[in-house]
């Protein structure tokens, strides 16, 4: 998915687009890898509840997405089997989280239509908490995003409900940020965006995800990595410049406040025509 599609000739709106993408591809080694998995190793080390989880019912949801990694050779070479066959089901979390550069949740497809959040590993949050979000299905954790639900909660609904495995159904959200910080957890508190912002201050914060239907326990397995880029290197495309400007422009109040750019959006209107 390019900057442009990204981006839209079109006024805000949350929208269901989808490319089909390989698993292989999206879960597999970039040129980032050692920084990734550093980064990852890092916040794990001292923070391994913050950032990762599992509930029982996701043991077994888990272990297909660890055979997946595994067929897909999606894994470290010199990653030894038993990493990811402890009997403690929580290092096998945390093992697949510091072997996969993306951060990954685990959802269950229950039998009276729920969908609920079984497990995941997320070191690189975009201001939202892992431990809060646990158990509770899809349309309660996008309860906080303003107009979502009413808007395509359904469609979400329906399209988790009928995923097929073979592919990786690829999409992506956008933010802005003050902080080129992978992990953005609000636990951190990192500064916000504000009116007086200057140009070198403001980063593109873009999340690719990927769903991945689980075929044997009906799972769903949702992968997100993340993209940073300084607003200044957005600004030298002035098609994708102006399709920002237009997103930033007729986003409601309420999802701007939601995205924390509220008191800056004027501010960053200026900065992307200047
Ligand atoms: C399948 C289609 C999906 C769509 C179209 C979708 C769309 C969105 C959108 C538009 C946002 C707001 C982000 C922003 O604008 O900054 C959001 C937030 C979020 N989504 Fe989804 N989402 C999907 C699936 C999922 C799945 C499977 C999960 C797994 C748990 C998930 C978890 C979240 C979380 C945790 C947030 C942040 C909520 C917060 O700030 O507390 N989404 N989603």
Redesign the pocket.
Known sequence: MTLADLFPDEDYG?R?RFERGRVAEFFGRSARHDDLIAQRRGWLRNGAQTYCALLTEGIPLLQETIELARSEQTLPPNSRREDFHNSDPLQNCLSLGIAWEPDF?L?GREKGGDIR?LGGCVCFP???SLEE?MGRP?GA??G??PG?NQA?GDQ?HA??SGLRPGSAWL?A?W?LTRSPELNQHPLRKLAALYSGVSLEEVWLRIERQA?VALPRTKG?L?GIRLEVHPLEWVKQDPLIARRLCRALRTMPGAVAQY?AIASARERLLELLAG
């Open positions: 949350f269901m949740l959802l959040l975009s201001f939202w979000k899809i954790i996008h906080i995003v979502l395509i979400i399209f988790l999409r959200n933010g769903l769903v949702f995205k």
